[in-house]
T-cell receptor
Framework: GQQLNQSPQSMFIQEGEDVSMNCTSS?????WLWYKQDPGEGPVLLIA?????ELTSNGRLTAQFGITRKDSFLNISASIPSDVGIYFC????????????FGQGTILTVHP | SQTIHQWPATLVQPVGSPLSLECTVE??????LYWYRQAAGRGLQLLFY??????ISSEVPQNLSASRPQDRQFILSSKKLLLSDSGFYLC??????????????FGQGTRLTVV
């Protein structure tokens, strides 16, 4: 079945530091998505990637769709306290028609 | 624009009682619909997904069930709740564009506590 490995599981950083997290899959997909979840809320889409090798930025966030179509990373530059939350990756397409499975999540804590 | 409604926001139910959580989507047609459960603020566990009316795929065997009586309505149910059913339940929708699954949009979630 579809398996996603997301790392690291948690990060404790100082405000202003850069953050990097990644996701790998056991299968090939044609869509990678990165979400952020604030406490008590539903996840919100940060960045969507639809093409292998694609590098996309959204403000301080940058994400890339790996060439092999089996991995993706998300970078956050110059972290701020409101970056705190859980970050999830997910991928879709390939043989997983209609199905969206998420990685285990990366819990980010930012110390002022 | 599309919106997703999920209710109730919080629910406290005794063990053995039934459950019905409802989710509706507005502003789109023939969406893919999903139910996820999140325990202890961690990963999102896919419980059920549906690609059409009456079509339900179950990902995790358990005492929960899902139904899709209308195109934009997705219901999560249980006949008898267990303590282990406590958690944060999230409904989501996505659409296929050119055969490709697009991003999922989530409801605000239901915090279920079984006591």
């Amino acid at each position: 079945g579809q398996q996603l490995n997301q790392s690291p599981q948690s990060m404790f950083i100082q405000e202003g530091e850069d953050v990097s997290m990644n996701c790998t899959s056991s299968s090939i997909f044609n869509t990678w998505l990165w979400y952020k979840q604030d406490p008590g809320e539903g996840p919100v889409l940060l960045i969507a990637l639809y093409k292998a090798g694609e590098l996309t930025s959204n403000g301080r966030l940058t994400a890339q769709f790996g060439i092999t179509r089996k991995d993706s990373f998300l970078n956050i530059s110059a972290s701020i306290p409101s970056d705190v939350g859980i970050y999830f990756c997910t991928c879709a397409g390939g043989t997983s028609y209609g199905k969206l499975t998420f990685g285990q999540g990366t819990i980010l804590t930012v110390h002022p | 624009s599309q919106t997703i409604h999920q209710w109730p926001a919080t629910l406290v139910q005794p063990v053995g009682s039934p459950l019905s959580l409802e989710c509706t989507v507005e502003g789109t047609s023939n969406p893919n619909l999903y139910w996820y459960r999140q325990a202890a603020g961690r990963g999102l566990q896919l419980l059920f997904y549906s690609v059409g009316i009456g079509q339900i795929s179950s990902e995790v065997p358990q005492n929960l069930s899902a139904s899709r009586p209308q195109d934009r309505q997705f219901i999560l149910s249980s006949k008898k709740l267990l303590l282990s059913d406590s958690g944060f339940y999230l409904c989501a929708w996505s659409v296929l564009v050119g055969g490709r699954n697009t991003e999922a949009f989530f409801g605000q979630g239901t915090r279920l506590t079984v006591v």
